[in-house]
C-alpha cells in the first residue's frame, strides 16, 4: 500500500471532489460534510466515471399511517451519481443503492498536516 | 524503481468534452483491442432539435414552413413532444452539458459531436436516428409527420449523409400517411448513406394495411432494411395508467414493438416480402424470446387465424434483426445465453448504443460475455451490420 497525494485540504470546499490517478487505479476523493470518502471511480454498470457526477439527496416515499401515497420528498442520505447512466450509490458505505449487495471499492484517506493523501 | 503514476484532477461541471466524459470508454476500447476488428452501432442519435432552424427550411409546403419557423423557441407549436425527464432530473449530465461541447471541426456540428463519441467508443459506422422526432409518430395530424420527415430527410442527407461516410441511416417514414412514406422510399433510397428506412414504433396505424404494401415491395426491391424503432407514448390509453417515466420506458419500448411484430407475423408478411430485411430496435431482447413463445403456443391452436403461415411464427422471427439495447443484463447469466440462442444472436443481433441517450450501451456489454466466442462477439458488434448495410468490412475508427 502507498499513499498517493490528493490536495492541500484547504483548497477543498464541501462537495468538492478530486480524481487521483494511483498506480494503475482511479480513486475519487469526495469531501462532504467535513469528511473525506474515497471510492474507486470505475462505476460497476459500464465502467463509468461513478465519482464525477451529481451529489443528490436521496429520495424517499412519504406515505400516510393508513400507507396511502403523500408525495416523493428528499431525505438525508447522500448519493453520489454516475453521469453515465445514474446509478447511484450510499456516500457513507460506496453500495449501490439499488442492489446494496454491489458496493465500490473504498479507500482510506488520511491526513498530514494541511496535506490529503488516499491509500491504495 | 519506478514510483507509481499518482495525478490529480478537479472535477469541473463548468466545461464538458465528450472524448473526456468518454474516457473511461476509450480505455476499455484500448484493451480489448477495438481498433482490430469493425464495430457498427445501428442506433445511435442526435438531437435534430438543435438544427430545426435548419430543417424547416427544408419543409416544402410555404404555410407549414412559417409555422414551423414562427413556433420555433417557444415550448408548443408546430410539433408535438413528450411528458418525461430522459436526464433523470439532470443526474445523467451529458444531456445538458452538451451545450457547452466544443467538438471536432466538422462541416456540421453534428458529424463532430458524433464522430467525437463514435472514436471514444471504438466505432466505425453508425446508424444516426433523430431524438424528439421519435414522437413525431403520436403528431395528431398526418401531413405534419410527412412534411417534417421529407424536410428533415433532405437535411440529413444533405448536411450530414453526404458528408461523411461514417454515418449512414435509415430514414424516418412518415407512416402514418401511407403514399408518403412510399414516396420517401422512392426520394431516398438511392441517396448516400440510406441503409434503409425506419418506422417510429408507438403509433395506431397496423403494419399489415393494405397501403403498406408498395413500400415494403420497394424496400424489399432495393435490399435495404426496414427497422421499427421503440419508444413510448405516455398518452397511450395503457400507459397512461403509469405514473412514472420509469414505467412507461420500460413497458413502452417493448409493447409498441411487440404489437407491430405480432401482426408483422399472424398476417405472414414474412411470406409475403421473403427478402425483406426487418430489424426490431431498442426493445431489449427478452421480448423477442417471450413472444417466440406465446405465439408459437396459440399458433399450433390456430393456424387458420393465420393461414399464410408455413412454419411456427418463431421460425420467422428467428430470421429477423434485433438490436441489443437496452440489454437486460439478468444475475443469472444462463438466461441470457437462453436468449441470445432463441434470437440466433450470432447471426441475427446487432450492437446498438442507443448514445447519447440515458440507457445507452457500450460495446463491452457483448464483449465481455462470457458464453460468447470470439466469432460471434465481432459478428454482433459489426460483421453482420456491415453485411447487412454493404459496409466496407475495415475498422477506420480512431481511439483516442
Redesign the interface.
Known sequence: M?E????KSSDFQDG?????????REI?VIYKGGHYYAYSN?CLH????A????L?NNVVEVLNPDRTYVHHAFGDKVHF?C????W?YDLETGECVGDRKQKLRRFEVVKRGDDVYVVA | MDM????????EFGTFSTPK?L???S??ARRRNYQDFLIVDVDSHHYENESYAEVFEYIESPVMRRDAIESAGRSTGFLNTQVGGQS?S?????NKARRLEKPRAAKHRDIGMTLDWMDAMGVDYACLFPTPMLFLSAHPVPEVEAAMAQAYNRWLCERILAHEPRIVSMLYLPFNDPDAAYRTVQEFGGRRGVVGFMVTSPRYKSVHDNAFMRTYAAIEEMGKVLSFHAAYNWDDRALAMCNRFIAAHALGFMWFNMVHMTNWVVNGLPERFPKLKVMWIESGLTWAYSLMQRLDHSFLMRTSDCPSLKRKPSEYMREMYYSTQPMEMPDDKSLMEATFKQIKADTQLLWSSDYPH?????P??IYDLPFLDEKAKRNILGGTAAKLFNLDPRPVKRIP
Not at chain 1, 4 to 7: L, P, Q
Request: some cysteine.
Open positions: 502507498a498517493f497525494f490528493v490536495a468538492d471532489r478530486r480524481i487521483v490517478t494511483a498506480g494503475q475519487g470505475t459500464q465502467g463509468g466515471p465519482c464525477e457526477g451529481l443528490i451519481v453521469p453515465w447512466h445514474g447511484e | 507509481p503514476r499518482n495525478e490529480v484532477r478537479p472535477v466524459h474516457e473511461h470508454a480505455e476499455q433523470l439532470g443526474r445523467i449530465i451529458r440515458w440507457d445507452f450501451d457500450l463491452s456489454t
